[in-house]
C-alpha cells in the first residue's frame, strides 16, 4: 500500500511540533495518538511509524521544549551568571506553556526528555572548569530544587487563578502567598549559589566560559 502524501510528509520533528501546540491547548496529558493524528491529518497507525507510544512523543514534546532555554555559551560568563541565566530561562519556557503542564512529563536530568538539554548546560559548566565533583552536586541540587519549585509555582497560579482576589492582611499569609514568585525563585538560586561557594571553598571559584569556540551556539 502507498503512503498518504500527508504521511509521507511526517517526521519526528513535525510529531513533536504537533504534540507540544496540542498540549498548550489542553495539557499534554490529554494528548491522545488519535487527537495528535486528527490535528495532522493522518491516521493513528502512522504515527507509529514515528514513536512507539505517545509516552514517546510526550517527551519528544518535552525535549522541543527545552530547545527554547537559553543555553548559549557567552564568551568571559561567569559560572553563578550561567547559573541565573539558565535556570531563568527553563522558568520562563515552563511559565510560557504552563497550560501543557509539561512538568508531568518524566523530568529528571537524566531522562530521555532532558538529556541533550542537561548536556548542553553541562558542558558549560564542565568548559567553565568547575571542578567535576562540584559540578555534580550543584546539578543535582539545581535540578531538583528546579523541578519542585516550578512544579509548586504551576499549580499554585491555577488554584491562586480560581480565587478571590484578596490582598492577605495577616503576615504569615502574606508570608506563605509568596512562596512562589519571581522574587522567591532568584532567591533561592541565591542560595544555592552561595552554597556552591561553600563546597568549592577554599577555591575562590574564578570559572569563566573560555573566548575560544564560544561562537557556536550549543546544539547548532
Given at each position: 500500500m502507498n503512503s498518504s502524501p500527508q504521511t509521507q510528509q511526517l517526521s519526528r520533528e513535525r510529531i513533536a511540533e504537533a504534540a507540544l501546540h496540542l498540549a498548550d491547548q489542553m495539557g499534554i496529558e490529554n494528548v491522545s495518538m488519535r487527537k495528535l493524528a486528527a490535528e495532522l491529518g493522518v491516521t493513528a497507525m502512522a504515527l507509529y511509524r514515528y514513536y512507539g507510544s505517545i509516552n514517546d512523543i510526550q517527551i519528544a514534546a518535552l525535549a522541543l521544549a527545552f530547545t527554547e532555554v537559553d543555553t548559549r555559551p557567552i564568551p568571559g560568563e561567569r559560572w553563578d551568571d550561567t547559573i541565573r541565566r539558565t535556570t531563568a530561562s527553563i522558568r520562563e519556557?515552563?511559565?510560557?506553556?504552563?497550560?501543557?503542564?509539561?512538568?508531568?512529563?518524566?523530568?529528571?536530568?537524566?531522562?530521555?526528555?532532558?538529556?541533550?538539554?542537561?548536556?548542553?548546560?553541562?558542558?558549560?559548566?564542565?568548559?567553565?572548569?568547575?571542578?567535576?565533583?562540584?559540578?555534580?552536586?550543584?546539578?543535582?541540587?539545581?535540578?531538583?530544587?528546579?523541578?519542585?519549585?516550578?512544579?509548586?509555582?504551576?499549580?499554585?497560579?491555577?488554584?491562586?487563578?480560581?480565587?478571590?482576589?484578596?490582598?492577605?492582611?495577616?503576615?504569615?499569609?502574606?508570608?506563605?502567598?509568596?512562596?512562589?514568585?519571581?522574587?522567591?525563585?532568584?532567591?533561592?538560586?541565591?542560595?544555592?549559589?552561595?552554597?556552591?561557594?561553600?563546597?568549592?571553598?577554599?577555591?575562590?571559584?574564578?570559572?569563566r566560559t573560555p573566548a575560544s569556540g564560544c561562537d557556536m551556539i550549543a546544539g547548532e
Open positions: 519556557m515552563y511559565l510560557n506553556h504552563i497550560a501543557a503542564h509539561l512538568y508531568s512529563v518524566e523530568r529528571s536530568g537524566a531522562s530521555p526528555g532532558m538529556e541533550e538539554h542537561t548536556q548542553r548546560v553541562y558542558k558549560l559548566h564542565e568548559d567553565q572548569g568547575i571542578p567535576a565533583p562540584i559540578l555534580r552536586k550543584a546539578w543535582r541540587i539545581i535540578d531538583a530544587y528546579m523541578g519542585g519549585f516550578i512544579l509548586g509555582e504551576t499549580e499554585d497560579m491555577q488554584i491562586q487563578s480560581e480565587l478571590p482576589h484578596e490582598k492577605p492582611t495577616d503576615t504569615w499569609r502574606e508570608t506563605a502567598a509568596g512562596a512562589y514568585s519571581e522574587e522567591t525563585f532568584h532567591d533561592g538560586i541565591e542560595i544555592i549559589i552561595a552554597g556552591i561557594r561553600g563546597l568549592a571553598a577554599p577555591d575562590p571559584c574564578e570559572w
